[in-house]
């Protein structure tokens, strides 16, 4: 097990059940598993249960486990953990996990860069370096020519990449990419229409109703904090909670993603707010047909395949990630036959896929194999005789 947060107690107790598991595996000769899941221990290390009643309202835990003799057992090590400190080094070493952990954004553009260092400036890097501890100081002269290496060749870099760009006749995309980036309104979020990031799937009305709340709530906060949406609550907690609408303090606890002690804080004071304005008003406008469309929207797993496939074959011979042609939701409104919104279908990405997209769906496209090689045949149009 690989926990990632520095909660003493938590690690404290996990670490006595994880111990208790391991003893009764290995007297019963039978995989961790079978004894009792990851994700209940954690659950269990998350909210100590010292009692067998309170260990059977443990969602993660068996029906009728608590009164066995194993529940026994486990009750008896979460007392031991409650008790204990937590392992040695346990502390410092989830701290520098969760230093690892990040954006996939971000990693792409590392490999990115990393592979256009090796391309354009036929420079290898040691990279051996990425995953060592930043915190610590000084820093070893590996990790200062890792570090002055990310800046040392992007001149290189950017010229070679300039000249591809102008011998392929793709700097038109860029500044098409970049135009779009310019434009204020991508950055100017309103919190009253919030919601629609979250994309909810449901038409019924008091849960958009309380959602669009919580989510104009949420988004105040952030910006007031200049802060990520998701460090003042993650989407996931806002949906349960505006499943559930708790309209106390004590309600609100017991909601499984809201973060422990966090309904009494301030936070949980505005949010409690936040879900009696959303029960007494409407859905947002136009949110119960967005969402009636978005439910009709179950396009043939068949043709969403196919249309992955073109995307996939497209981007190969036009040299890029398939991402950023089209992303998941455009595949499937193009399989629904929902065009609107569909950035695919438009400037450069609609003349290396779009186009080729509703070709591929009027029946004018094929994907063939030939040589065992997926291939795509243009199909001639039938002549009446």
């Known amino acids: 097990m690989k926990p990632r947060?520095?909660?003493?107690?938590?690690?404290a107790v996990l670490a006595s059940l994880a111990a208790w598991r391991e003893r009764e595996a290995q007297a019963r000769d039978i995989p961790r598993g079978r004894v009792l899941k990851d994700e209940a221990l954690s659950e269990i290390a998350a909210h100590p249960p010292e009692t067998p009643e309170a260990l059977e309202r443990i969602r993660a835990v068996p029906k009728g486990f608590a009164n066995s003799r194993l529940g026994k057992g486990l009750t008896d090590a979460i007392a031991i953990g409650l008790t204990a400190q937590p392992p040695q080094g346990a502390i410092d070493e989830n701290k520098l996990r969760r230093r690892r952990e990040p954006s996939p954004a971000v990693v792409d553009l590392l490999k990115t860069l990393l592979r256009l260092r090796a391309e354009a400036a036929h420079v290898e890097i040691d990279k051996s370096a990425r995953f060592t501890d930043w915190s610590h100081r000084p820093l070893s002269k590996r990790q200062l020519e890792y570090a002055l290496a990310d800046v040392t060749h992007l001149r290189v870099i950017y010229e070679w990449m300039k000249a591809r760009l102008e011998k392929t006749g793709r700097a038109s995309w860029v500044a098409e990419d970049v135009a779009a980036l310019q434009d204020p309104a991508l950055y100017r979020i309103e919190p009253e229409q919030a919601w629609k990031r979250l994309k909810p799937r449901t038409t019924n009305k008091r849960f958009l109703a309380v959602l669009a709340?919580?989510?104009a709530w949420r988004e105040r906060e952030a910006q007031a904090r200049d802060i990520p949406r998701g460090r003042v609550l993650k989407d996931e907690a806002l949906s349960e909670i505006a499943a559930h609408s708790p309209e106390t303090p004590e309600a609100l606890e017991r909601i499984r993603a809201v973060p422990k002690g966090f309904a009494n804080s301030r936070l949980g004071k505005g949010l409690i707010e936040a879900i009696t304005e959303g029960l007494s008003a409407q859905p947002p406008q136009g949110a119960i047909d967005e969402n009636k469309q978005r439910r009709r929207r179950e396009p043939s797993p068949a043709v969403v395949d196919l249309l992955k496939t073109l995307l996939r074959l497209r981007a190969e011979a036009a040299h890029v990630a398939p991402r950023?042609?089209?992303n998941a939701e455009d595949i499937e409104r193009l399989a629904a036959n929902e065009d609107d919104g569909v950035a695919a279908?438009?400037?450069?990405?609609?003349?290396?896929?779009?186009?080729?997209?509703?070709?591929?769906?009027k029946g004018d496209l094929a994907i063939a194999l030939e040589n065992g090689e997926a291939v795509v045949v243009e199909l001639e149009a039938e002549v009446g005789t």
């Open 5 to 11: 947060t520095t909660n003493k107690r938590f690690l």
């Open 324 to 326: 950023l042609i089209a």
């Open 345 to 361: 279908l438009h400037g450069w990405r609609n003349d290396v896929f779009g186009k080729d997209a509703v070709a591929l769906r």
């Open 213 to 215: 709340s919580l989510a």
